[in-house]
């Protein structure tokens, strides 16, 4: 027996994939062995592979004729045995010493960032159709460090304990959460794919987990490394299934413990709302943990760099297709620097290359399906034919061989133009500008529009300005970047999550996170107890 102590996490260091590189070389590889070899992805139920007669294809998101497989999506049925399965799991899942749970996810970080570290890349580029960059950083880097901090985060919640006084011992026991955790996981972020999952997981808890149905190709891969880990059977259970299948289930199961979410603000209201309705039903107040989206912005005072602003507009709106949560969608520009942010900004969207993400050249490849594109190019015509708006590049969109659509810049006169409220989730910022003077005002403005509160930037070199947009701005972010783009959250750096209707703020990447999973008993023992009912005042 031991006080053990996990080690020492350190942020996976992300690779380059230069031309002529191994790495390079590797991730190519495993890109051609997956486009030779199209999966069958089965859901996971108590370790076993379930396969059903409702087979759903997968293809590349950039091409329509590239079929990477099929998954296999259950019901009602299937989804009663995923929680029955959970249930019993726990009971010898939950007595494990934290060791050997700490010692799953850590080997699974390494499988991850080892053996899987190009296959996880590859499948992620063709399934998401993400860069090598952005695949690296989120499949790879941020998965791996999230497995590592959250376990090193339940060390030190294990460690926190009370004084105690003379003659007593007092301690905390952190318990798992009675029930199961419903893990719903988006399709823009593997990372997230595996911590949400995971995270509950980990202190002792059991998961049904419901991917998005385009993250069933990386989910697939995801399931693998966690059961070569070590995993047991059960812990947790990878299903694919419709909302209805899920409904009564899941949501007003009385065992539900906990939902930890990311995804649409609609569909976590709706949940909450289910969850609401049905509390009487419950053996414990369910823990709601989620994040839903933003309306991200970027504010810069006149005293910016200009070279600097427009560099984090281009990155912060365009990698990715706009397709992240904290992406910058909206800007708030001084006039005096309109000019030369244009001319700038035009010229670098302007050398964007765009296509398959096997050509490494390309900055921004498609949109993750019809649906998204379809909702994307809607906001793109309602602002071509708006007569308080002009689109100054892009606004093109293509469909014939994948969802294409081209970063849009949109400058509009309107401060509650709907582009500059409104999630679009997609290639497209929509800029503001307003006169120098009006610089507090329009702090304000910014701080009023969005009904979100995820992420956000000010940009400037004039320290009281920049303190001044601290405190405007002070409740219209969860992460508050300055002087850099509003994307790009690192674990155990800048834990993540936002306020109002961007979530719960319960900071995935940060112990604030896995405290919401831990359920604390406090023991008190008293050495010595006293014999006699009475006490001095007494006498």
Not at 68 to 77: K, S, T
């Amino acid at each position: 027996m031991g006080i053990f102590r996990v080690p020492f996490p350190k942020n996976e260091p992300v690779r380059d994939y230069a031309p002529g590189s191994a790495d390079r070389a590797g991730v190519e590889k495993a890109i051609a062995e997956l486009k030779a070899a199209p999966l069958e992805i089965p859901t996971v139920i108590n370790g076993k592979e379930v396969k059903t007669g409702k087979k759903i294809e997968i293809r590349a998101p950039h091409n329509h004729g590239l079929v990477l497989g099929h998954y296999y999506q259950v019901g009602e049925a299937e989804v009663s045995k995923a929680v029955e399965t959970a249930l019993e799991a726990q009971k010898t899942w939950a007595l494990m010493p934290w060791e050997h749970r700490a010692a799953i996810f850590l080997k699974a970080a390494d499988l991850l960032s080892g053996p899987y570290r190009y296959i996880i890349n590859a499948a992620t580029m063709l399934a998401h159709s993400k860069t090598i960059y952005q695949a690296e950083i989120d499949a790879v880097c941020e998965l791996a460090d999230f497995w590592r901090f959250n376990v090193y985060y339940m060390q030190q919640i294990y460690g926190i304990q009370p004084d105690s006084s003379a003659g007593i011992w007092d301690r905390v026991d952190q318990r798992p959460l009675e029930g199961f955790v419903f893990a719903v996981t988006p399709f823009n972020f593997v990372s997230i794919n595996g911590n949400l999952p995971t995270a509950p997981v980990m202190l002792g808890n059991v998961s049904i987990w419901k991917p998005a149905s385009t993250a069933a190709y990386t989910s697939h891969f995801l399931m693998k490394i966690l059961r070569e880990a070590g995993l047991p059977d059960g812990v947790v259970n990878m299903i694919f299934a419709r909302g209805a299948a899920i409904g009564d289930t899941v949501l007003k199961n009385e065992h539900l413990a906990g939902i930890h979410f990311t995804g649409s603000t609609a569909t976590f209201q709706h949940m909450w709302k289910t969850v609401g309705e049905n509390i009487t039903n419950y053996r414990c107040y369910p823990r709601i943990v989620g994040e839903t989206g933003g309306k991200d912005f970027i504010f810069a005072h006149a005293s910016s760099n200009v070279e600097e602003l427009v560099t984090a507009i281009t990155r912060g709106a365009f990698e990715f297709q706009g397709q992240k949560c904290s992406a910058a969608s909206r800007c708030y520009l001084p006039k005096s620097l309109w000019p030369g942010i244009r001319e700038l900004l035009l010229k670098q969207i302007g050398e964007l290359k765009m296509g398959d993400p096997e050509d490494f050249t390309n900055f921004v490849n498609a949109i993750i399906d019809e649906p998204a594109y379809r909702t994307i190019k809607e906001y793109i015509d309602y602002a071509r034919n708006s007569k308080d708006a002009e689109i100054i590049c892009g606004g093109g969109y293509d469909d014939s061989k994948g969802w294409f659509i081209e970063p849009t810049v949109v400058v509009t006169k309107d401060p509650h133009f709907k582009l500059l409220e409104e999630e679009i989730f997609g290639p497209v910022v929509t800029i503001y500008v307003y006169e120098d003077k009006e610089y507090a005002g329009t702090l304000h403005l910014c701080d009023q529009t969005s009904p979100y509160a995820l992420t956000g930037a000010v940009f400037g070199t004039d320290r009281r300005a920049i303190a001044l947009a601290e405190r405007a701005l002070r409740n219209a972010a969860g992460n508050f970047y300055i002087n850099d783009k509003p994307t790009g959250a690192v674990v155990g750096q800048q834990p993540f999550g936002g306020g109002r209707a961007s979530g719960t703020n319960d900071k995935a990447g940060g112990i604030q996170n896995m405290l919401r999973w831990a359920s604390p008993r406090a023991i008190k023992e008293n050495f010595v107890p006293p014999k006699d009912y009475r006490y001095p005042f007494m006498g």
